[in-house]
């Protein structure tokens, strides 16, 4: 083992989670998994992890992790307005998102705020989690995964199994600009037959809000009812429903289900947000405006093949950082001008 992080303050909600827990939904077990996977992959290639490794997923951020022994090197993936700290026997030091750092025994890394946007994702090098059913990810509610099945707590310890080595790292941030973006791709179905017309142009041509009943499970939206076709269509049996469904209950006020969506229920579902976009309900804050827009399934896979180009050639094009000693000394070195005369010289 080559070291340890203790946590000092677990934050509102911060969890370890992976790319997710696969293949056991008809086993009524979510897939779980982190909810910004483009983040989760940016940081672990910044600390030498493989794309999916595990990372620490922060909720508003106060998380508080202070190095026990050996050394460390972690990257932080969030908005650039996001408040982190590396606080060591030298002082504080404001970190930049989308950057790998190095932590000696003794430091501590503080996500005082997650900035802009609600979640934050930390990637440890050698994080070492025992998986549980494949994965590593933290389910709660049935105890399942990260450490002791249940969000991180003051006081606990994180093993790392991995020494920097190299130079640290530095990655353009291409999914900001898709983060920020409010309007959400869907497919309509599998249900929509149980909606009025007027229900479905309602749910693609009006505004819908993001409200504060919202955790990894799902948020609820207000905002035009979605209307179904009648009081019969209002209920299904339950069937399998995943992470992207729109269910939409009696009120007519939607259901956007995420990363920990239970595997069955009898809502019917009029679409599914894109895989993709899904991460924007878990970034956004409550209050949050936000339009649906219909693609086809063709279209869909098309932009998910865009955006993962656009991560790999980010992933593959990581610079190195290079700190430069701005002495006077250095400054001459480099020779910053050259062929200057005193302009007598004919």
């Known amino acids: 083992m080559s070291g340890q992080l203790r946590v000092e303050r677990p934050g509102l909600l911060s969890t370890i989670q992976d790319r997710g827990r696969y293949g056991l939904r008809h086993l009524g077990i979510p897939w779980s998994g982190c909810l910004v996977p483009g983040w989760q992959q940016l940081a672990n290639a910044l600390v030498g992890n493989l794309p999916d490794h595990s990372i620490i997923e922060s909720w508003e951020g106060g998380l508080k992790l202070t190095v026990i022994d050996s050394t460390v090197r972690f990257a932080v993936a969030a908005d650039n307005s996001a408040d982190v700290q590396l606080e060591s026997g ?3 030091t404001r970190l930049q998102p989308m950057r790998s750092y190095t932590a000696e025994p003794g430091d501590t890394l503080a996500l005082n705020n997650t900035g802009k946007f609600r979640v934050a994702i ?3 090098a050698g994080l070492d989690i025992k998986p549980q059913l494949g994965s590593t990810s933290t389910y709660a509610k049935a105890s399942l995964g990260g450490l002791n099945g249940a969000p991180l707590t003051a006081g606990a310890v994180l093993d790392v199994t991995s020494s920097p080595s190299g130079p640290e790292h530095r990655c353009t941030n291409p999914l900001i600009s898709a983060y920020e973006q409010t ?4 497919v309509i179905g599998p249900q929509e037959d149980h909606f009025s017309a007027q229900g479905l142009h309602n749910l693609l041509n009006g505004e819908y809000t993001l409200g504060s009943d ?3 499970m799902g948020v609820r939206l207000s905002g035009p009812s979605v209307l179904h076709r009648d009081d019969a269509a209002k209920d299904i049996v ?3 429903i995943v992470p992207g469904s729109i269910q939409v209950p009696g009120s007519g006020q939607p259901i956007v289900l995420l990363s920990d969506a239970h595997t069955a229920g009898g809502y019917p579902k009029i679409a599914t947000v894109i895989s993709i976009d899904l991460p924007l309900l878990g970034l956004h804050r409550p209050g949050t ?3 649906f827009r219909a693609v086809t399934i063709n279209e869909a896979i098309e932009a998910v093949r865009l955006q993962q180009a656009l991560q790999l050639k980010a992933m593959r094009n990581k610079q190195t ?4 000693d701005y002495t006077t000394h250095t400054l001459l070195s480099i020779n910053l001008i050259d062929g200057v005369t005193d302009g007598q010289v004919s």
Request: aromatic share 0%; glycine share 4%; charged share 25%.
């Open 90 to 92: 030298n002082g504080t």
């Open 122 to 124: 930390i990637a440890i």
């Open 183 to 186: 309007e959400l791709r869907v």
């Open 214 to 216: 919202a955790d990894r």
């Open 238 to 240: 339950s069937d399998a």
């Open 289 to 291: 405006t936000i339009q």
């Open 321 to 324: 950082v290079v700190d430069i």
